[in-house]
């Protein structure tokens, strides 16, 4: 099994910052590109930003400038620092990633979600 447990969500005000994290456990032979994806209730879920295992990136036009990701292979965590935030960035942040198990196939795995919050 592989398990993806984020943290780092809550309650910030406009103009705010919050760090999430994504911590993948499991027999993880190898992983590829880590991203984060997030869900305002009623709308899509949309991409917010990737990472591949050479640390490219590809960040969303609407959090560019504001939001970077990273990641840190020694730990299996991707890591999303979020500044500057607006009421719209509130919505539920997934974590997923590519990744061989043991000696399965690639696949996607998602991680719970968790919940981010911006309001005066």
């Known amino acids: 099994q592989v398990q993806l447990v984020e943290s780092g969500g809550g309650l910030v005000q406009p103009g705010g910052s919050l760090r999430l994290s994504c911590a993948a456990s499991?027999?993880?032979?190898?992983?590829?590109?880590m991203g984060w994806y997030r869900q305002a209730p009623g709308k899509q879920r949309e991409l917010v930003a990737n990472?591949?295992?050479?640390?490219?990136?590809n960040v969303a036009d609407s959090v560019k400038g504001r939001f970077t990701i990273s990641r840190d292979n020694a730990k299996n965590t991707v890591y999303l620092q979020m500044n500057s935030l607006k009421p719209e960035d509130t919505a539920d942040y997934y974590c997923?990633?590519?990744?061989?198990?043991?000696?399965?196939?690639?696949?996607?795995?998602w991680g719970q979600g968790t919940k981010v919050t911006v309001s005066s």
């Open positions: 997923r990633i590519i990744a061989t198990v043991g000696r399965g196939p690639e696949s996607v795995y």
């Open positions: 499991g027999n993880i032979f190898n992983m590829n590109h």
């Open positions: 990472i591949d295992s050479g640390g490219r990136t």
